[in-house]
C-alpha cells in the first residue's frame, strides 16, 4: 500500500511542478476515495496536502476545512506526529479565520496550545507555541478584545524568550505596539511597547536587519511611524519614514536585478534546449547559467532554500510565492503583516501624510498616482473590476480586499487634503466623487469611512463658501464615529463654519459648540486637538472683542502648532489671525512683520484664500500708514488673486457632482444590497479587520474672502476671511 501511495504522491508532484493543480488534487484524491485502506498517516498527509493545494490555489474552503477535520480525527488514534497534527491545526485555523468563524477558531487553537505546551519541550515545539499564539491574538482583536490579545502575546514574547531568538520576541513585541496602537487606551502603555520593540530590535546584529528582518524592519518602522504621528510627534517621525521609503527604494531595485536576472536565464534556458547544440557552446551557456542561478541566490538565497510557506495561501493569494513576503517571523509562523504591495503603499502613503502639511505638493502627487496604481493593480487580481461589489466577492478575499480598499480611501483622503490646501478644489471634488463611488460599491467594509467622507465633505462646503453645509457634515461626521478626537475635531470644525457665517445666531451656535470642548481640552485628546480647539476659540474671542485674552490662547495655539505639528498652513492662520489683532490694537511694526511672514507660508502652499486674507489686511495696514503706493500695489495683487480664486470656484461649481457630493445636507444613500443576514454579520466581522488605524490626516477648509472688503481691521471679519484649518500633521 504505500508503494501505491508513494507513486501517488510522485505523480502528484509532476502535475504540480507542470502547474496542473487540478490534476495534482485528483491524484491525491484518490488516495482518501480508494475502497483500499492506506495507514492512517498516508490518509492524514495526502488530506493536509490537498487542504494546502486548496487553500493555495483556490478558494474552496468547505473541502479544504473538512479534509483538515477528518485528518485531525485520525491523528487523534495516532500516539506521536506532533508536526503534522499541529501544521493540521494551523491549516484548520486559516480556515476557519477565512471564514470568520472566529469562536471555533479559539477553540481549536487552545487545543493546539494545549498540545504543544504539554509536548516534551522542544524549540520545534515552543515554535508551534508561538505559532498558535499568534493566531489567537489575532483572533481576540478580530473581536475588538484588545485585553486579552494583549495578555496573550505577552505570553508568546515569553515563549520567543525561552528559545531564545530575537527576531521572534521583536515579531511578538511590535505586535503588542500594534495592538496598543488600534485601541489607545493607555498611552503610557504605548509608550513602553515602542521602548521594548527599541530594545529588542538594537540587540539584533545589523548585517540581519536589512536581511533575513527586513519584515520586521518594515513593521517596527511603519508602527513607530503611527505612534509618532498618533501623539502629533511629526518631527521624530520623519526619521523613520526616511528608513522605510530607503529600504522600499532599495527592495525595489532588488526586484527590477532580480527580473532581469530571471530574464536572461529564461533566454539561456531556451537557447540550452535548441537540439544540436554545440558542445563548446553548450557548455559556455551551461557556464552562464549557473553564473546566473548563482547572482540570483546571492540577490536572495531564500529563493533556492525550498521553503513551503503555510500562510502562502492564508490571503488567497496563488501568484505570490515566498520570495515575494516580507516575512515577520521563522517557520513554522513564517507570517506577514501586509503584502509587500500594501507595505510598499502604505510607505508612499507615510510621505504624503507628512509631507503635505509641509508644502510637499509635487513628491505628495508623485506619490498618490504610484501608491493608488499599485493597490488598484492588486484590487484587479482579486476580481474588483468596474461594476464589481462586495456581494460579488467571495468570503475568502474580503479581508485582504478590504485592506487594500482601506488604503486607497486614504491615499483619496490626503488626495482631498492636499488639493483643497492648495485651493484646486474642482481636482478634490473629483477626489471626493471617487470615494463616494467607492464607499457606495462597498459600504459594509468601508463602513469606518464614512465618517471621514462626511468630514471632507465639510471641508470642499466650507473651501467654497457654504459655511451652513458645513457645519452640517461636520456635525454629521462626529455622529458617525466612536473617536472622541474625531468627535472633538468635528465639533470645533463646525464652530468655526457658523463663525464664518457671521450673524448673531451662528455665533452663538459656534459658542454652544466650542465652549464645552474647550473646557475639556485637556483631556479631549493631543496636540493636534489642543491647538485646533486654541484656534477656534481664539476667533470667537475675537467676535467677542476680547482682544488680549484673544491674542494669549491664539499665541499659545501658535506655539503648539509650530513646535509640534509643523503644519504650515494652521500656522499662517494663526499667523494672519494674530497680525489681524496687532493691527486692531495700531501695533503697525507687529502687525507688518506677521503678516509678512504669514503671506510667504501662504505662497509656499499655494493658498490662495489665506493669501488674500492677509493681503486685504495689509492693505487696511498700508492705508493706516498713509502709504499709497504699497497699498495700491497690494490691492492690484490682491485683485489678481480675487480673480483666480472665483475661477477655481467656478470650475468646481459648474460640475454635476457639486451639488450632489459636497452641498445637499445629506448623507449618501447605500443601496439596500442584503437579504441575507447571515452574509451580512459576516462580512461586518471582517469589516473590523479591515481599519489600518491610520492617523487621521485631513484638515479644514475656509470660507473665500468677499472682494469687495477693502478694510479687514474690525474684529468681526472673520465672515469674510479664510478659515482654511488643517490641524492634522
Not at 38 to 56: A, D, G
Not at 183 to 193: L, R
Not at 477 to 503: F, N, P, R
Not at 606 to 628: E, F, H, M, N, R
Amino acid at each position: 500500500m504505500e508503494a501505491i501511495a508513494e507513486g501517488l504522491w510522485g505523480l502528484a508532484d509532476h502535475h504540480e511542478r507542470n502547474g496542473e493543480i487540478s490534476k495534482t488534487i485528483k491524484c491525491l484524491e484518490s488516495i482518501c476515495q480508494s475502497t483500499i485502506t492506506f495507514f492512517p498517516i498516508i490518509e492524514v498527509k495526502t488530506r493536509v496536502r490537498i487542504s494546502t493545494l486548496l487553500l493555495k490555489h483556490t478558494h474552496n474552503l468547505t473541502h479544504a476545512k473538512s479534509h483538515l477535520q477528518r485528518s485531525l480525527l485520525l491523528l487523534n488514534s495516532i500516539p506521536s506526529n506532533t508536526h503534522l497534527k499541529c501544521t493540521a491545526y494551523s491549516l484548520l485555523a486559516h480556515c476557519y479565520f477565512l471564514h470568520g468563524s472566529i469562536v471555533p477558531l479559539k477553540n481549536l487553537l487552545h487545543k493546539a496550545i494545549d498540545l504543544t505546551t504539554t509536548t516534551a519541550t522542544s524549540s520545534d515545539c515552543d515554535l508551534w507555541t508561538c505559532n498558535f499564539t499568534s493566531q489567537l491574538a489575532n483572533a481576540f482583536v478580530t473581536e475588538g478584545d484588545y485585553a486579552s490579545s494583549l495578555a496573550t502575546l505577552e505570553t508568546g514574547f515569553v515563549y520567543a524568550s525561552r528559545i531564545p531568538y530575537a527576531e521572534l520576541q521583536l515579531f511578538f513585541a511590535t505586535s503588542i505596539l500594534h495592538v496598543n496602537l488600534m485601541q489607545w487606551h493607555d498611552p503610557t502603555a504605548a509608550e513602553n511597547a515602542v521602548n521594548k520593540c527599541d530594545e529588542v530590535w538594537n540587540s539584533i546584529h545589523q548585517s540581519k536587519r536589512e536581511g533575513e528582518c527586513l519584515g520586521l524592519l518594515f513593521y517596527n518602522e511603519l508602527l513607530h511611524v503611527f505612534y509618532r504621528l498618533r501623539i502629533c510627534d511629526y518631527k521624530n517621525a520623519a526619521p523613520h519614514v526616511d528608513r522605510l521609503d530607503a529600504a522600499m527604494k532599495a527592495g525595489m531595485l532588488k526586484m527590477q536585478e532580480k527580473q532581469q536576472i530571471t530574464n536572461e536565464l529564461d533566454t539561456v534556458n531556451k537557447n540550452l534546449s535548441r537540439p544540436n547544440l554545440p558542445s563548446r557552446e553548450r557548455t559556455t551557456l551551461s557556464s552562464r547559467y549557473t553564473r546566473l542561478q548563482e547572482r540570483l541566490q546571492s540577490i536572495d538565497p531564500s529563493t533556492s532554500n525550498g521553503r513551503e510557506s503555510l500562510e502562502a495561501a492564508y490571503f488567497g493569494n496563488t501568484k505570490r510565492a515566498l520570495t515575494d513576503k516580507l516575512v515577520l517571523a521563522p517557520p513554522p509562523i513564517d507570517g506577514e503583516w501586509l503584502p509587500k504591495s500594501a507595505v510598499y503603499a502604505l510607505v508612499d502613503l507615510m510621505v504624503i501624510v507628512l509631507g503635505r502639511p509641509k508644502g510637499q505638493f509635487r513628491d505628495c502627487t508623485k506619490r498618490f498616482h504610484t501608491g493608488v496604481n499599485l493597490i488598484k493593480a492588486e484590487l484587479e487580481r482579486f476580481g474588483i473590476i468596474d461594476g464589481v461589489k462586495e456581494t460579488d466577492l467571495r468570503h475568502s478575499t474580503i479581508w485582504m480586499t478590504g485592506v487594500y480598499l482601506m488604503l486607497l480611501m486614504h491615499f483619496y483622503q490626503n488626495k482631498v487634503a492636499v488639493e483643497l490646501t492648495r485651493s484646486e478644489f474642482a481636482e478634490a471634488q473629483g477626489a471626493l466623487v471617487q470615494m463616494r463611488n467607492w464607499f457606495l460599491r462597498f459600504p459594509t467594509i468601508l463602513q469606518s469611512c464614512e465618517s471621514m467622507i462626511e468630514m471632507l465633505r465639510g471641508l470642499y462646503a466650507n473651501s467654497v463658501g457654504c459655511y451652513n453645509e458645513a457645519a452640517f457634515h461636520y456635525i454629521e461626521s462626529a455622529k458617525l464615529t466612536e473617536s472622541k478626537s474625531a468627535q472633538t475635531l468635528c465639533q470645533v470644525y463646525a464652530s468655526v463654519s457658523y463663525l464664518c457665517i457671521g450673524d448673531p445666531a451662528s455665533s452663538a451656535q459656534a459658542l454652544d459648540l466650542i465652549g464645552p470642548v474647550y473646557s475639556m481640552k485637556d483631556s479631549v485628546g493631543g496636540v493636534r486637538e489642543e491647538a485646533s480647539i486654541l484656534f477656534a476659540y481664539g476667533l470667537l474671542l475675537m467676535r467677542q472683542q476680547e482682544i488680549q485674552d484673544a491674542r494669549n490662547k491664539l499665541a499659545i495655539g501658535l506655539q503648539i502648532a509650530h513646535n509640534h505639528m509643523g503644519n504650515l498652513q494652521l500656522v499662517s492662520q494663526y499667523l494672519t489671525s494674530l497680525g489681524s489683532l496687532a493691527l486692531a490694537l495700531h501695533d503697525t511694526v507687529q502687525a507688518r512683520e506677521i503678516l509678512r511672514s504669514s503671506l510667504t507660508l501662504a505662497k509656499k502652499l499655494c493658498d490662495i484664500p489665506t493669501q488674500i486674507w492677509v493681503l486685504s489686511l495689509l492693505s487696511a495696514l498700508y492705508q493706516q500708514l498713509g502709504d499709497k503706493g504699497n497699498e495700491m500695489e497690494n490691492d492690484e495683487y490682491r485683485s489678481k488673486k480675487i480673480d483666480e480664486l472665483q475661477r477655481k470656484l467656478a470650475d468646481a461649481r459648474s460640475s454635476i457632482h457639486h451639488i450632489e457630493l459636497q452641498i445637499e445636507r445629506s448623507r449618501f444613500q447605500v443601496e439596500q444590497q442584503y437579504n441575507d443576514i447571515v452574509a451580512m454579520r459576516a462580512l461586518e466581522d471582517q469589516s473590523m479587520r479591515v481599519n489600518l488605524d491610520i492617523p487621521e490626516s485631513v484638515g479644514i477648509s475656509g470660507p473665500q474672502p468677499n472682494p469687495s472688503s477693502s478694510k479687514l481691521v474690525e474684529l468681526d471679519t472673520t465672515r469674510r476671511r479664510s478659515k482654511r484649518l488643517s490641524f492634522v500633521n
